[in-house]
C-alpha cells in the first residue's frame, strides 16, 4: 500500500560541522557519498551561530541542544512565531548518560541536568525563550523521525488554523557505551523545514510504502541528509528506508 503526502517547503535551514549555508551543503552533497561524515572547519562555522540565543539560555545547552536552536532561531527570526514540531532519534543521550552515572555512583541528580534530558526539553526552551504561546510538539519515530515529524506537520496545517509549521529534525552521535547501535549518526546536525498550506515555490511529495515482505537494507545517512541531496538540487527524487517502511521523495512536479 502506497500513501502520499503533499509538502510545501518556505524554506529551510541546516547545520552540521562545518556546514552552515545552503551553498556549502549545495557543494558538499554533490562529491559526499552516503554516510561520508561533513568536513570540520577550522574556523567558527565548524559550530553554530547560536548569538541569536539568550545568554542564560546559551549556557545551560548542550552541544547538540546549541545546533537544534541555533537552526530553529534562523528560521523563527526570518518568518516569525509558528507552531513547531521537533524531532529526534535518540535527543540528547549524553545528558542522559550523565544522569545513570551520577545514580549509579550514588550521587544527587543536577535538576538542571535531569530538566534539560528530557525529550521535549529543545522544544520547551525554544517557546519559552522566545515567549511563544503556541502549539508546540516532540517526537520520538525511531529511525523515520523526519518523515513522521512531517506527516504531523501535514495533518497539524490540515486543520486551518496556522498558515505554516516549523519541523526541526537534530541527531548526535551517540555516547560511547551505546555506539553498537547500528543507526548510530555519524555527526552532530539539526535540519529545520518551514512548512505551509499555501502552495510555495518548493512542493513535495513524500510517498510511504509499507510491505510486509520489506527487506530492511541499512541506509549509511539520516534520511535529513538524502532530503537535503533533494532540496539542494543534487538530486530529483530519494528514497530511504528504515525497518518497515519505503519512503519516497519528490519533486510534485516530477
Known amino acids: 500500500m502506497t500513501n502520499t503526502v503533499a509538502l510545501n517547503v518556505v524554506d529551510w535551514h541546516a547545520w552540521a560541522p562545518g556546514l552552515n549555508t545552503t551553498d556549502a551543503w549545495a557543494a558538499w552533497l554533490k562529491v559526499a557519498t552516503p554516510g561520508q561524515v561533513p568536513p570540520i572547519a577550522v574556523d567558527t562555522a565548524s559550530e553554530p551561530d547560536v ?3 539568550p545568554a542564560m539560555l546559551r549556557r545551560r545547552l548542550s552541544p547538540l541542544y ?5 537552526v530553529a532561531y534562523a528560521l523563527g527570526d526570518k518568518h ?11 535527543g540528547d543521550n549524553h545528558k542522559t548518560v550523565e544522569l545513570l552515572k551520577a545514580l549509579a555512583e550514588q550521587m544527587p541528580l543536577s535538576p538542571t541536568g535531569f530538566s534539560l534530558s528530557v525529550h521535549n526539553a529543545a522544544v520547551g526552551q525554544y517557546t519559552i525563550a522566545r515567549q511563544e504561546a503556541l502549539p ?19 495533518g497539524f496545517l490540515a486543520e486551518g488554523r496556522y498558515p505554516q509549521v516549523l519541523v526541526l529534525m537534530y541527531d548526535d552521535i551517540l555516547p560511547e557505551v ?14 529545520g523545514l518551514v512548512l505551509s ?13 509499507t510491505a510486509a515482505s520489506l527487506s530492511h537494507t541499512a541506509i549509511p545517512e539520516p534520511s535529513a541528509f538524502s532530503l537535503l541531496r533533494l532540496l539542494t538540487g543534487n538530486a530529483t527524487q530519494v528514497d530511504w528506508q528504515d525497518r518497515e517502511h519505503h519512503w519516497h521523495w519528490q519533486y510534485a512536479n516530477a
Do not use: K
Not at 516569525?80 to 535518540?90: A, D, L
Not at 551505546?178 to 535540519?191: E, T
Open 178 to 191: 551505546y555506539r553498537n547501535i547500528p543507526d548510530s549518526v555519524a555527526c552532530r546536525y539539526a535540519l
Open 80 to 90: 516569525g512565531p509558528m507552531p513547531t514540531i521537533f524531532c529526534s532519534r535518540h
Open 197 to 209: 498550506a499555501a502552495p510555495s515555490a518548493v512542493r513535495l511529495e513524500l510517498q510511504l510504502t
Open 66 to 70: 546549541r545546533a537544534a536552536l541555533a
Open 136 to 154: 508546540s510538539n516532540a517526537i520520538a519515530a525511531g529511525e523515520s523521525g523526519l518523515e513522521h515529524a512531517c506527516i504531523e506537520a501535514a
Open 51 to 53: 548569538s541569536a540565543i
